[in-house]
């Protein structure tokens, strides 16, 4: 599977966004007929989409969809417009549990049937704390479904459901019902050996404080950010990606264990190194190698 670093949406009903999207060192377009695109828009974004999948059979960015949620009528229509077009994934958005994740995979099928893809090719990451419910259930989808890529988390729409004036402190920090969505996705996507991908950042002309986010972000355990500007793209790819120093660092850990004969710890640099270092290491190289 491989590990996507930066993910752009770009509204699917704009054209000049579209033609430009592919110019960026995005790891996945996040083509999208949800938030970003008026309901009275929609029926002409599933168009546009469908068209600019099919303009890129063989792509080197991978190309997904956000589709509408499941609870509404929009989302079926969604997937019976793209999914000829053979996008490489769908974001679900505002799912209440695994059970949503399922029953997307089970849509996924029967059109990959009718349409003769490849059986499971089509990939899910829902963003699974956008609704309050949902997080009561994260742990659901460990094992909902062999398409989850990963799980991702969102902030904005939570807030409107929950009738928050803002998500942000004082000091301009998430308050704590985002800060354990947050926490809860990230411990979710482990539980479930998936991908964990942070939320945007909404202010998309401070790149300062974006570094910041996916530094934060890449300490926590995540491993790729959403973003909502071309200009984020790069900041979050080069936060993601593994520093020189890094992999040096991991492949000595590695080593010293290998030459220790199973040894539970090894000295390394004058400091104790046991196993949790050398999963941690490993991790990082694997990491590495699909970034």
């Not at 997904?64 to 999914?83: G, H, S």
């Not at 949790?276 to 694997?286: I, K, W, Y």
Request: overall charge negative; charged content about 20%; aromatic content about 4%.
């Amino acid at each position: 599977m491989h590990m996507l670093r930066s993910l752009l949406f770009v509204p699917g009903d704009s054209e000049k966004k579209l033609a430009k999207s592919t110019s960026t060192v995005a790891d996945a377009l996040i083509l999208d007929l949800e938030d970003s695109v008026a309901p009275e828009r929609t029926a002409l974004a599933r168009v546009m989409v469908a068209e600019f999948l099919q303009a890129h059979p063989n792509r080197t960015q991978q190309l997904w969809v956000r589709i509408n949620p499941l609870q509404t009528p929009e989302a079926l229509a969604d997937l019976v417009a793209v999914m000829p077009a053979r996008p490489d994934g769908i974001m679900l958005p505002k799912p209440l549990n695994g059970l949503h994740a399922q029953q997307l995979d089970h849509y996924l099928s029967a059109i990959e049937t009718r349409e003769g893809l490849a059986l499971g090719s089509t990939r899910i990451i829902p963003v699974a704390t956008e609704v309050p419910g949902a997080l009561f259930d994260l742990q659901s989808y460990a094992g909902a479904s062999p398409r989850l890529q990963g799980l991702t988390w969102g902030a904005e729409d939570l807030a409107t459901a929950v009738g928050a004036s803002s998500n942000r402190d004082a000091l301009g920090e998430f308050t704590f019902t985002y800060k354990l969505a947050r926490s809860l996705c990230l411990l979710a996507s482990a539980h479930a050996q998936i991908q964990a991908i942070d939320t945007l950042s909404v202010d998309f002309k401070d790149m300062q404080a974006l570094a910041l986010d996916v530094q934060q972000a890449c300490r926590e355990g995540f491993s790729g950010k959403l973003a909502i500007h071309p200009d984020q793209v790069e900041v979050i790819n080069q936060g993601f990606t593994p520093s020189a120093h890094d992999i040096s660092h991991a492949q000595r850990i590695v080593d010293a264990f290998a030459q220790a004969h199973g040894a539970g710890a090894v000295q390394l640099d004058g400091k104790m190194v046991d196993k949790p270092h050398l999963t941690q290491a490993l991790r990082l190289l694997n990491l590495s190698r699909k970034s």
